[in-house]
């Protein structure tokens, strides 16, 4: 029987260190679709790989083996043992999984809760990945579009996107409990991909006057630090910026740390005993953890964001009612559509046996006559086709109607026994 099956790890079941072991290499995610593809046990498979989640969307007729080698895939992209992670994965089967998936779509189960990100990456991880690759199937382009369906539906029916705080938000809201008022204060931004561009929106409306923005790429830190009347910098120029601004915010996609503890030291030594805050919210980091060691040098990460985001928490949290309501509206909806597919097999048996039988019989029967055109022979096959559909109609419908009826299965054995669908049942009589 065919099964659906969700297992990774998110923000609130494993540690930043184990996430950013999984996220390390932007390379993972062909690497993994390419293991499911291989898989033996998996039909069709999605990988998603973001800052606060690592989880595979499989479908497969023998879960714990298909799991079993998803964890094994999984250690080998992170580079670490099995044991070291297994702790830290939650796991869905069937429509737990179905839920589970609507609600990551429709950002119900991020760090933030209608934060906007996560659909634009869920979509990214279908479309410019699994269906490349062509890991998905009928099911998953299915699922997959019915969870782009039930975070539109979130979207536009509530309001939990109007409520919800974005990491690089609770940054910038981070910054100002450290300085209070941002007015007159530098900022260096690394990295210009949307969680940068939307810290540095945020900044200039609470009175960042110098804004410097640094990235690989210098074409699109030009672009950004023009959106806002900031200074492009080139990326070998960071440390030498670490004199001058009050606050660093990194987010880059690096599997490197950006800022040493070295390059950090060097920098305060400098500063003559200003503090220097860092607001880490890339994944893996950015910043060498023990730059926080050093005097005067203050750095948090995206783990530490997670008290400031508590801020419109009831807002939030009536909205996500509502929510709640549509996912399991949605959910009950495609679980019946996967029930449908129960039946398939057994209708499009019954229609070959039957057209089977009836092109035998044709060419039976008109082999013994003499002298039928072609537009009479074509004129029977038209009258046997139109008859055989007429008798096969009703047990079909009969098939369609019992679909979700929990005593399908019988039905389906009684159908396959009554018309001799299956070849084991040959010779019974």
């Not at 008290?307 to 909806?333: D, L, W, Y």
Request: charged fraction near 30%.
């Amino acid at each position: 029987m065919i099964k659906i099956v969700s297992i990774g790890m998110n923000h609130e079941s494993a540690s930043l260190e184990l996430r950013e072991c999984m996220a390390k290499d932007p390379g993972n995610t062909d690497r993994a679709l390419s293991s499911m593809r291989e898989s033996e046990f998996i039909r069709e498979g999605l990988f998603l790989s973001t800052c606060n989640r690592v989880e595979a969307l499989f479908i497969t007729e023998d879960p714990e083996n298909a799991k079993r080698s998803v964890i094994s895939m999984m250690s080998r992209l992170g580079e670490i043992p099995e044991d070291s992670f297994t702790s830290s994965l939650y796991d869905f089967k069937d429509m737990d999984a179905v839920r589970h998936i609507f609600r990551v779509a429709s950002s119900l189960d991020s760090m933030v809760v209608g934060e906007p990100q996560i659909l634009g990456q869920i979509k990214d991880a279908y479309h410019q990945a699994a269906v490349e690759q062509k890991t998905s199937g009928v099911i998953l382009n299915r699922l997959m579009h019915k969870a782009f369906h039930v975070a539109k539906r979130v979207k536009t029916e509530t309001s939990v996107s109007e409520a919800a705080v974005s990491i690089s938000y609770a940054a910038v809201e981070l910054a100002k409990k450290i300085f209070y008022d941002l007015s007159g204060r530098k900022i260096l931004l690394i990295g210009a991909g949307e969680m940068a561009e939307l810290a540095a929106r945020h900044l200039m409306t609470n009175g960042v006057d110098t804004l410097v923005v640094t990235n690989r790429n210098f074409e699109r830190a030009v672009q950004v630090a023009g959106t806002f009347k900031g200074k492009p910098v080139f990326f070998e120029e960071i440390v030498s910026y670490l004199v001058d601004v009050d606050i660093v915010i990194t987010s880059t996609a690096s599997s490197e740390y950006v800022i040493t503890q070295d390059q950090a030291k060097n920098s305060m030594k400098k500063r003559r005993g200003r503090p220097l805050f860092f607001i880490d919210i890339a994944v893996p980091r950015d910043v060498e953890p023990s730059v926080n060691d050093l005097g005067n040098a203050y750095l948090y990460d995206i783990d530490d964001l997670k008290g400031v985001i508590e801020t419109n928490t009831e807002q939030r949290k009536q909205e996500a009612v509502k929510a709640e309501r549509i996912v399991t509206e949605e959910v009950i909806k495609f679980e019946k559509w996967m029930k449908t597919l129960e039946v398939v097999p057994t209708i499009i048996s019954l229609k070959e046996k039957v057209e089977t039988i009836r092109k035998a019989e044709i060419a039976r029967s008109i082999s013994g006559l003499n002298g039928l055109t072609p537009s009479q022979i074509k004129n029977i096959e038209k009258l046997t086709a139109s008859l055989t559909d007429k008798i096969i109609n009703d047990p079909i419908l009969a098939l369609k109607r019992i679909a979700q009826r929990s005593s399908r299965d019988t039905y389906l054995g009684m159908t396959r026994k009554l018309f001799n669908l299956d070849k084991d049942n040959n010779g019974e009589n």
